[in-house]
């Protein structure tokens, strides 16, 4: 039973360029989460899916910033026009459900550098 | 003031020693975490706890509700602990679900 799957685990862009971020979560997990994580700062919620929704953007930029979680495939946060300052690492979990008890596997993370 | 705090930042130890994180938050939670996040790598959820205490193999976690603080134990510590702990805790929205909040992390350095 694999766990949560990110790629690529490394990620190189230029300024202005577009970044694609993947993550396949655990199987029978149908709630997506990702997280950012900026050096020397502590992780951020940024979105949470679920199959074919997104139910809380909260912590997106409200720019260049995306996200999916389509019926078939992998669930895609997607950056346009990156800039230095989206450097980060981002994580994603994923969840067999949404109550409180529910604990969330992460996945091993993409490191973006934007240079 | 952040509302997931945790203490130490940085903490080095012996071998063997025991160790103890802190974790203090200051808004009504259903549930809170402890991960692990080695350098360059992924987070492995160590516990997840909304009371009491839990244990696994030299792991230990405690939470106190009233007083909002959760501790993370570590017996006979060993370099391969060498890491950062980190504490998060779900927002309790009474009835909606709220999302983690993270501490900064604990940066924990065990020399042989």
């Known amino acids: 039973n694999a766990g949560v799957m990110q790629n690529p685990r490394h990620l190189v862009r230029r300024r202005g360029q577009e970044a694609r971020l993947r993550c396949s979560p655990m199987k029978g997990h149908s709630h997506v989460y990702w997280y950012r994580q900026l050096p020397e700062e502590g992780l951020k919620f940024m979105v949470y899916l679920q199959k074919e929704n997104i139910i809380d953007e909260s912590g997106m930029p409200k720019e260049r910033f995306s996200a999916e979680f389509p019926k078939e495939g992998p669930s895609i946060l997607r950056i346009q026009q990156v800039v230095r300052g989206d450097s980060a690492a981002y994580f994603c979990?994923?969840?067999?459900?949404?109550?409180?008890?529910?604990?969330?596997?992460f996945g091993p993370g993409t490191r973006l550098t934007v240079l | 003031k952040n509302e997931v705090e945790q203490s130490p930042q940085n903490l080095t130890a012996q071998e063997g020693e025991f160790i103890t994180i802190n974790c203090s938050y200051s808004v009504g939670i259903s549930a809170l975490h402890w991960l692990q996040q080695h350098p360059g790598g992924g987070i492995v959820s160590l516990f997840m706890l909304s009371s009491g205490k839990k244990k696994h193999g030299r792991l230990i976690a405690t939470i106190n509700i009233q007083e909002k603080h959760s501790s993370l134990h570590i017996t006979a510590s060993h370099p391969r602990d060498s890491a950062v702990y980190i504490c998060a805790v779900k927002e309790d929205y009474g009835g909606s679900q709220g999302n983690l909040i993270f501490g900064k992390g604990t940066k924990l350095s065990v020399k042989p």
């Open positions: 979990a994923s969840s067999l459900n949404r109550g409180p008890y529910n604990e969330q596997f």
